[in-house]
């Protein structure tokens, strides 16, 4: 018997594939059979079908179950064949069974807390710092929630009958404070642990891997890469991914199927471009930790493209200062951004609450692009010298005070 493969069977998927590979590949092991290089694009809103029957049956599959249906689409807000390439992408480089994506990262938070209200765990441990939008969602009680602030130490004897969530993000926005993972898993106990990896992608960690049980992403950040897309997802496991469908099929919040199409081309160069920029923020991080205009700077050990530091004199003319870096919301992107968190990402946060979570009002975010590095270091050294001459004379007391330490040395996470 010829045992060789035909041109037009794909080959048999291997069992363990790098990152870069899967970063390349997932998603998208069927296109040489279909005769198709390129991942296509469904834009369609439904699916002609002329066995009604068998349509209702296929539906009321869906509503019992969640599963994703068999067979053709049936509607674009069930389903949608290219957005399902990058979910099937995403799982596989988080090494979860399943993921969900959604319309912004938000929308995706708010299935995961729907779905658990849906069964009455209603109540969320979480640590801060968090993006501040997640903060506010959790903390305002608009989907009926009620949260528990706490340190990690802490989530254990936080967590009570109706919880039905622990959320962490590390490395943290904006201070860049890292969690172990594991630790934190094994308090949980039983309760599902959520990490938002926006941060740091599964190009530098996995935390499936170390006991999560889900991950979020805005995908608009570093999945897209480009700034150019909005999106959010979910990676959990089958179970837990089929009631977010049900979730996402009646509330609407479906990712867009260009935003699916461009968030998977996003995935290909990711392992690229979070290690190239990651260089970068590494070495801005050690430059700035030397300059004296600087307090502090926050770098996790964990490494990635984020850099946030304390100047000694105004952000807001630093921010006014740029000419390169992009003073803009948002992160991931092939360009550096920077932004002032106490006036725009984090300005939701009640200012006792973010003060307390080390969200200062001297404290700036830069998300580090893809640029030369010396080009970057210099508009930053030209933009922070701008920024001193809005320095007030009792600055660096006032910063050394509340920080107890000396001024200018690097910090890594607060809670290592």
């Known amino acids: ?99 969900v994506a959604f319309a912004s990262g938000m929308a995706a938070l708010t299935a995961v807390l729907l779905a658990r209200a849906g069964v009455g765990l209603r109540h ?72 938002d990896n926006t941060f740091a992608t599964p190009v530098l960690q996995r935390p499936v891997e170390h006991g999560a049980r889900i991950v979020l992403h805005s995908a608009t950040k570093y999945l897209g890469g480009h700034g150019d897309v909005m999106g959010g997802v979910v990676a959990c496991d089958e179970e837990f991914a089929a009631t977010l469908r049900q979730v996402r099929f009646a509330t609407g919040g479906v990712l867009h199927p260009l935003a699916g199409y461009l968030l998977l081309r996003g995935l290909s160069t990711l392992p690229v471009r979070v290690r190239a920029a990651s260089a970068s923020a590494a070495e801005l991080a050690r430059r700035l930790s030397a300059d004296p205009r600087i307090a502090r700077v926050h770098y996790p050990e964990l490494g990635g493209a984020m850099v946030s530091f304390e100047v000694y004199g105004d952000p807001h003319r630093v921010i006014a200062g740029v000419r390169l870096v992009t003073p803009a919301v948002s992160l991931g992107s092939v360009d550096t951004l920077i932004q002032h968190p106490a006036s725009i990402s984090h300005r939701i946060v009640d200012e006792e609450d973010r003060q307390a979570a080390g969200v200062g009002d001297r404290l700036l975010r830069m998300s580090v692009g893809l640029e030369d590095v010396e080009d970057l270091w210099a508009d930053l050294c030209q933009a922070l010298s701008e920024g001193a001459e809005g320095a007030v004379p009792s600055a660096r007391a006032e910063v050394a005070a509340a920080r107890g330490r000396t001024p200018g040395r690097a910090t890594r996470s607060a809670w290592r």
């Not at 296109?31 to 469904?42: E, K, Q, V």
């Not at 004897?157 to 039905?164: L, N, Q, S």
């Open 124 to 195: 969320v441990v979480a640590v801060r710092p968090l993006y501040g939008c997640s903060d506010h969602l959790l903390g305002a009680g608009l989907l009926g929630t009620e949260v528990t602030w706490t340190d990690p130490a802490g989530i254990a004897e936080a967590i009570r009958p109706d919880t039905g969530l622990v959320m962490v993000e590390t490395p943290a926005n904006p201070t860049l404070a890292e969690i172990d993972i594991r630790a934190v898993a094994h308090s949980c106990g039983s309760v599902p642990l959520l990490v």
């Open 1 to 99: 018997m010829d045992t060789e493969a035909s041109p037009l069977t794909p080959p048999a998927p291997f069992r363990s594939r790098a990152l870069a590979t899967e970063a390349v590949h997932a998603g998208r092991d069927d296109l040489a059979s279909l005769g198709l290089h390129a991942a296509p694009i469904d834009l369609s809103t439904t699916y002609p079908s002329y066995d009604s029957r068998g349509e209702a049956e296929r539906i009321d599959a869906f509503a019992a179950t969640g599963a994703a249906p068999d067979g053709p689409p049936v509607y674009a807000r069930l389903d949608n064949p290219t957005t399902a390439r990058f979910e099937t992408a995403l799982a596989r480089l988080e090494g979860a069974a399943s993921a």
